[in-house]
């Protein structure tokens, strides 16, 4: 049975273990080893993205880690900030097709779950943290950031959390990274197909889940 790639960020204080062919199952611990042990915990929960979007999900877990990399402040602050190697490797639409679907079924996770949340989600002990709107509209405006790193501009005229501005632009993010690819950024400065899309879907089901967790009482 082929094992589950993977390629790990870390600095001394943090550290994400990212699956390479699952773009979004990626999380984040102390270690390396957390991260990993963190990453199998959320299989369950990242299964059902999978299925949505039509992909077999593994029968067993059988991680491998491929490729580590040195991570950034980016990396302590709790954000994916370096593309492994992979991510530069040619594309088919084929495999393109793929990675966007499931990017796809991360958008509608973060919808369905965000539609049964209430409003007022649980603080931390201090009370900090944000309700469910501010953290779907933090997703949104992110998005909004992102999409400008694969050559989507907004529309000056609409504003970037307008439904009609989300659509419009996750329709334009699904067209271009499910195109074939040689693997370089698609601008100048900015990333190439595989790892824009993890990027947009770790985002999502980050907050997503985030939403469904601080929902329970």
């Not at 209430?118 to 950031?145: C, F, N, Q, T």
């Not at 190439?192 to 997503?208: I, N, Q, S």
């Amino acid at each position: 049975m082929a094992k589950i790639r993977l390629y790990t960020e870390a600095t001394d204080k943090k550290a994400f273990a990212c699956a390479l062919d699952w773009p979004g199952w990626a999380r984040a611990a102390k270690t390396e080893d957390l991260a990993i042990e963190a990453l199998a915990a959320y299989a369950d929960r990242y299964a059902p993205v999978a299925s949505a979007a039509g992909i077999r999900w593994p029968a067993r877990l059988d991680f491998e880690v491929v490729e580590r990399l040195k991570g950034s402040g980016s990396t302590e602050f709790g954000v994916l900030d370096k593309p492994p190697r992979a991510d530069f490797d040619k594309i088919t639409a084929l495999s393109a097709g793929r990675q966007a679907a499931l990017l796809q079924a991360s958008w509608e996770l973060l919808d369905d779950i965000a539609a049964h949340a209430p409003a007022a989600l649980r603080k931390g002990p201090r009370g900090g943290g944000r309700d469910r709107d501010k953290v779907v509209e933090h997703v949104i405006a992110s998005e909004a950031g992102y999409a400008h790193r694969i050559g989507i501009r907004k529309d000056p005229k609409t504003s970037d959390l307008s439904p009609a501005a989300v659509n419009s632009r996750r329709v334009q993010i699904i067209a271009l990274l499910s195109a074939a690819s040689d693997g370089a950024p698609l601008i100048e400065k900015g990333w190439p197909t595989r790892y824009a899309v993890r990027r947009f879907a770790w985002h999502v089901l980050d907050h997503a889940w985030e939403i469904a967790d601080k929902s329970q009482t």
